[in-house]
């Protein structure tokens, strides 16, 4: 039996046990409507009387905070003004003897940094030279690298495409078998509900006894077909690996030969 037809012969049962649930439900609200409109009626009755005398006394703190504050600001700005006009008078001092700081340490820095520039570039050309030569020897044994590689896993990558083509064809051939055998079981499950169904119902169980039958042989068969690819699969990639080492035993003597000729 498919999940399709197991979910449908689920729904029908819990579709009768909903109704009953709906119905107690209703008569539970009803009470707990009665309850909740006495409880909010007492609760705002309390929220006036609290809110009367929240307002007498906050009005009579907000006076005094206001009477307090203006006596403390006025003597906040009065002690700002002696203290920004001494302020004053002592960074403009300090921004002179900075200023003049500033200009002798600039002249002696330019003139370090022209002497440091000249012997910068001239070390630069050399390190540059050098550093182009290196990388134009390195580019050359990486693209020899990349063009072995390259063919090595074309051969490789062409054997696994076909190999997973075959196996994709085996997979959705069954998967359409079991699928069209789901749906089936799900509509007869449907219409087992009705007293006419029972017969039918016999009869698809029967036939789906054969196609189980049917389907646990092609199993075995792929089975039996993916063991066979995994063993030649297993012996390409020995002989590829084998292949490589030579390859990679017989590429430090042409290195060398070709290094001699340059």
Do not use: Y
Not at 106 to 130: C, E, P, W, Y
């Amino acid at each position: 039996m498919g999940n399709l037809t197991q979910d449908f012969a689920r729904l029908c049962g819990e579709i009768t046990a909903l109704r009953d649930s709906r119905r107690a439900l209703m008569v539970d609200v009803a009470g707990h409507d009665r309850e909740l409109k006495s409880a909010v009626s007492l609760m705002r009755e309390g929220f006036r009387h609290a809110h009367a005398e929240m307002a007498t006394s906050a009005k009579q703190a907000r006076t005094k905070f206001v009477t307090n504050m203006e006596a403390d600001v006025s003597g906040m700005l009065k002690g700002f003004d002696r203290a920004h006009a001494q302020m004053a008078a002592r960074t403009k001092k300090d921004l002179g003897k900075f200023v003049t700081h500033i200009q002798t340490g600039v002249i002696g820095m330019l003139s370090q940094f022209r002497d440091d520039h000249t012997d910068m570039a001239v070390k630069t050309k050399r390190t540059n030279a050098k550093f182009v030569a290196d990388v134009a020897n390195t580019v050359a044994g990486v693209l020899e690298g990349f063009h072995h590689s390259r063919s090595m896993m074309a051969k490789s990558s062409k054997a696994e495409r076909k190999q997973f083509l075959s196996k994709l064809e085996t997979s959705v051939a069954g998967m359409r078998q079991e699928v069209a055998a789901d749906i089936a079981g799900a509509r007869r499950a449907w219409e087992a509900l009705s007293p006419t169904g029972r017969k039918a119902k016999e009869d698809a169980e029967r036939k789906a006894r054969q196609q189980a039958e049917l389907r646990a042989r092609a199993e075995a068969e792929r089975k039996a077909k993916e063991e066979a690819e995994r063993t030649a699969k297993a012996g390409n990639e020995l002989a590829a690996r084998v292949a490589a080492e030579r390859e990679r035993q017989d590429q430090p003597t042409a290195m060398g030969k070709k290094k001699v000729k340059k």
